[in-house]
Nanobody, 125 residues
Framework: QVQLVESGGGLVQTGGALRLSCAAS????????MGWFRQAPGKEREFVAA????????YYADSVKGRFTISRDNAKNTVYLQMNSLKFEDTAVYYC??????????????????WGQGTQVTVSS
């Protein structure tokens, strides 16, 4: 079992920045691909970014490319999402997720093994 706990969410103005963290316990994260997802009110959960087990490959949704950066520190069992140039439409609950397969993380949301409880990000216009 892997337990994931997100932190770092909050209220920020348009154009601002936040860094989300996802700390894992139970098992080492180094065997897992990791992803960030978000869900806005009334909308389905959507893919934001993903990173493979080593950190050597990253993937982004078009809507955040160039503004968000995913990274990981396997020694700290933590994954990060640096969010810059935030827009009102980035407002959502952000979830981190873990799975042994980067393909699952990037393309099969419903099959992902582990999820965190989410952290709220609110961008004021």
């Amino acid at each position: 079992q892997v337990q994931l706990v997100e932190s770092g969410g909050g209220l920020v103005q348009t154009g601002g920045a936040l860094r989300l963290s996802c700390a894992a316990s139970g098992r080492t994260l180094s065997s897992y691909a990791m992803g960030w997802f978000r869900q806005a009110p009334g909308k389905e959960r959507e893919f934001v970014a993903a990173i493979n087990w080593s950190g050597g490959s990253t993937y982004y949704a078009d809507s955040v490319k160039g503004r968000f950066t995913i990274s990981r520190d396997n020694a700290k069992n933590t994954v990060y999402l640096q969010m810059n140039s935030l827009k009102f439409e980035d407002t959502a609950v952000y979830y981190c997720a873990a799975d042994r397969s980067i393909v699952v993380v990037t393309t099969h949301l419903a099959s992902i093994d582990y999820w965190g409880q989410g952290t709220q990000v609110t961008v004021s216009s």
